[in-house]
C-alpha cells in the first residue's frame, strides 16, 4: 500500500482524511466528466476542511491517495478492473490496475487508518437477487469493517427493501440527513424508514465515537438525499430503470457487470441526466462526509 505524503501526515495528526473510490471514475461514469467529478470532489473535500484520499490500484499496488494525474490516467485508460474483495489479491499479485469499489475502498480505508469514505450510491441487493443471489459485497464490508460510508442511498437499480433487510442483518446503522427516510440514489426519498434523523454533522460523529467506544465492529451508513433541484421524479427515472434492467437480462448481462452496464444504459436512456444527477449528489455527499469527518476527529482527539 502506498499512502501519499499528505495524507499520511494528517492522520498521523488526527486530522479529518475522507476516502473517496476509484470505480465510480472507471465504471460509473464516462470520460471526461468521470475526472473532472473526481477532481471536483476531492476540492469539494477540502473546501469542507478535511483531506481527500482517493483509493485505486495501481500496477499492483494499493494507493490511498492518487494524484490528479494518476486519477487522470484512471478515468482515461481502458481495461481497468473493477476491483471487489475476492479480485484484490489477484490484482495485486499479477500487478494489474483496479479499480475499487465501495467494498475494497472500505477495506484499504481501514488498512490505512481512515474511518469516513464519501460516494455516490452504494451496492446492495439486486432486484431478482430471490433467484440470481446477486446481492454487493458493499453490504458485507459495511457489516465487519470500522468505516462510515455516507452516500445517496444505495443505486436505484436495486431491491431497496432487501438491501435495508441485509444492512439490518449485518448490524449497520443507517442514519439520514434531515430526511425521515432512506434516500434513493436519482429520487430524493426511497419512502422507507431508517434508524436515525440527524440534523447536524456532529451528531452523526457522536453515532461513530459511541460505536468505536464500545467495540462494535462494523461500519456506519449515512444516507444523505439527492439535492432537491438536481433529483429526478420517481414517475420519470422508474420505467427507464425497468427498461435497462430488461434489456440486461435479455443481453444476458450479470454479476460485476451488471452495475457499470445499468448506470450507463440509463445514462442514455435519459439523454445525460442521471449523469447529471449522479454528479450532484456525489458532490453533495462529498460536503456532508468531509463535515462529518471534521467532527469526528475532533471529538476523537478531545478523548
Ligand atoms: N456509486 C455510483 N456509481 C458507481 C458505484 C457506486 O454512483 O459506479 C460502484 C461502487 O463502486 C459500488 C459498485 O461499490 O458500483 C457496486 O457494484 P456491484 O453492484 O457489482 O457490487
Ligand atoms: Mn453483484
Not at 485505486?56 to 494518476?70: A, F, K, R, Y
Not at 434513493?184 to 447536524?200: A, H, L, Q, T
Not at 456532508?288 to 476523537?300: D, F, H, Q, S, T
Given at each position: ?225 439527492c439535492p432537491e433541484e438536481d ?53 453533495n ?19
Open positions: 500500500m502506498r499512502i501519499n505524503q499528505e495524507v499520511k501526515k494528517a492522520l498521523d495528526e488526527g486530522r479529518a482524511v475522507v476516502a473517496l473510490e476509484s470505480t465510480i471514475i472507471s465504471h460509473g461514469m464516462p470520460y471526461p466528466k468521470n475526472v473532472a467529478t473526481a477532481l471536483m470532489v476531492e476540492k469539494t473535500v477540502r473546501d469542507n476542511g478535511a483531506i481527500p484520499a482517493t483509493i485505486g490500484i495501481i500496477d499492483g499496488e494499493v494507493v490511498v491517495g492518487m494524484t490528479p494525474d494518476e486519477i487522470e490516467e484512471f478515468g482515461k485508460k481502458a481495461g481497468i478492473a473493477k476491483v471487489s474483495k475476492r479480485d484484490m489479491p489477484i490484482i495485486i499479485a499479477t500487478k494489474g490496475w483496479g479499480a475499487t469499489t465501495v467494498s475494497t475502498t472500505i477495506l484499504a480505508a481501514k488498512a490505512a487508518g481512515i474511518s469516513l469514505f464519501v460516494t455516490g450510491g452504494i451496492g446492495g441487493v439486486h432486484r431478482g437477487a430471490e433467484t440470481t443471489w446477486d446481492v454487493s459485497r458493499d453490504l458485507y464490508e459495511l457489516g465487519s469493517e470500522p468505516v462510515t460510508v455516507v452516500c445517496a442511498g444505495c443505486k436505484a437499480i436495486l431491491d431497496v427493501d432487501k438491501t435495508l433487510e441485509v444492512l439490518e442483518t449485518q448490524g449497520v446503522p443507517v442514519l439520514s440527513y434531515k430526511e425521515e427516510t432512506f434516500a434513493n440514489f436519482y429520487c430524493r426519498s426511497s419512502g422507507k424508514p431508517v434508524d436515525y434523523v440527524f440534523n447536524e454533522p456532529i451528531e452523526a460523529a457522536r453515532v461513530m465515537s459511541a460505536q468505536k467506544d464500545f467495540g462494535l465492529k462494523g461500519g456506519i451508513l449515512i444516507s444523505n438525499p433529483a429526478l421524479p420517481h414517475s420519470y427515472i422508474d420505467s427507464i430503470i425497468d427498461q435497462a434492467i430488461k434489456e440486461a437480462d435479455e443481453k444476458g448481462v450479470k454479476g460485476k457487470d451488471s452495475t457499470p452496464f445499468l448506470l450507463k444504459r440509463v445514462v442514455e436512456l435519459t439523454g445525460g441526466d442521471s449523469l447529471e444527477t449522479n454528479i450532484h449528489l456525489v458532490i455527499n462529498a460536503v456532508l462526509g468531509a463535515k462529518i469527518a471534521v467532527e469526528y476527529a475532533r471529538l476523537r482527539k478531545e478523548k
